[in-house]
């Protein structure tokens, strides 16, 4: 008998647990720090703003899925540079133009809770890898007049003013 009550016990335990997740997920702010579609979207000229029959990513099923925030990553390997990064944010502000009531690039917390609140995904960000500023330090601040909230330091390649452990020797 008491094996059977503890069974009984645990399977309720584990139903309201579901149901407690999906209402904390469903009532937080959901928000994904490192997307790499934007390179992506350059390379093949897909529309992440409408469902896609493959590939990781797309508003639609984002959507489906509760993300509320989308931190898109503007990436490249050590070829890349300033004139890529630009690319790249430059494909994110047209996603943007073409599905306006879905996504709105934001800048502030304020900002991103109305972006939700709309029903809309807030789209920002950040640069991975210092080597995309090509050692100007205007580069750095045009991205950031742009709206990037972060710059990791390297990626996997060294600059002149940071190393990157994938080239660390010893």
Excluded: C
Aim: proline share 1%; glycine share 10%.
């Amino acid at each position: 008998m008491k094996h059977l009550f503890l069974g009984i016990f645990l399977l309720g335990a584990l139903g309201a647990s579901a149901q407690t997740g999906a209402k904390l997920h469903k009532k937080a702010i959901v928000v994904d720090t490192h997307g790499d579609i934007l390179s992506d979207q350059i390379k093949t000229g897909i529309d992440v703003g409408v469902r896609q029959k493959s590939g990781n990513f797309d508003l639609v099923r984002a959507k489906e899925g509760g993300l509320d925030v989308q931190v898109f990553s503007v990436w490249s390997d050590y070829t890349g540079g300033f004139a890529l990064a630009n690319r790249q944010i430059d494909s994110l502000d047209a996603l943007i133009r073409r599905h306006p009531d879905k996504i709105a690039k934001v800048r502030t917390a304020s900002e991103l809770k109305s972006a939700v609140k709309q029903g809309k995904m807030a789209a920002l960000f950040g640069v991975e890898g210092g080597h995309m500023i090509e050692n100007k330090i205007e580069n750095l601040e045009a991205l950031a007049k742009r709206g990037m909230i972060y710059m990791t330091l390297t990626w996997n390649n060294s600059t002149p003013w940071s190393s990157s452990a994938y080239e660390e020797t010893f």
